[in-house]
């Protein structure tokens, strides 16, 4: 089973970019899903989890910004991102579990992960 991210890149502050991550089975099979990100010199954190069900959770310095989405039907989940700001520099990783509900970043520690995708906002 792989996560594949793209759609990273260098945008302006105030622009948007969309992510992506393509599953290699349905995205369905997975108790949650989520984006995460790591700054330069920082450690993971989350940005934005969905579970199967379709409960939504964001991280307080991405609410109003960014938004988290899927398409069962292709197995991609996305992450639109409005509004960015450089502090949202990084690189973004997608991460799923079969299991846990708990989409922390603790919970996530054993779950599969992508290679990641670089965002870089300039101000």
């Known amino acids: 089973v792989q996560l594949v991210e793209s759609g990273g890149g260098l945008v302006q502050a105030g622009g948007s970019l969309s992510l992506s991550c393509a599953a290699s089975e349905s995205i369905f099979s997975f108790n949650v899903m989520g984006w995460y990100r790591q700054p330069p010199g920082k450690e993971r954190e989350l940005v934005a989890a969905?579970?199967?069900?379709?409960?939504?959770h964001y991280a307080d310095s991405v609410k109003g910004r960014f938004t988290i989405s899927r398409d069962g039907v292709i197995n991609t989940l996305y992450l639109h991102l409005d509004s960015l700001k450089p502090e949202d520099t990084a690189m973004y990783y997608c991460?799923?579990?079969?299991?846990?509900?708990?989409?922390?970043?603790?919970?996530?520690?054993?779950?599969?992960w992508g290679q990641g995708t670089q965002v870089t906002v300039s101000s």
């Open positions: 991460a799923a579990s079969y299991s846990t509900s708990d989409y922390t970043i603790r919970g996530m520690e054993n779950s599969l």
């Open positions: 969905l579970s199967r069900v379709g409960d939504i």
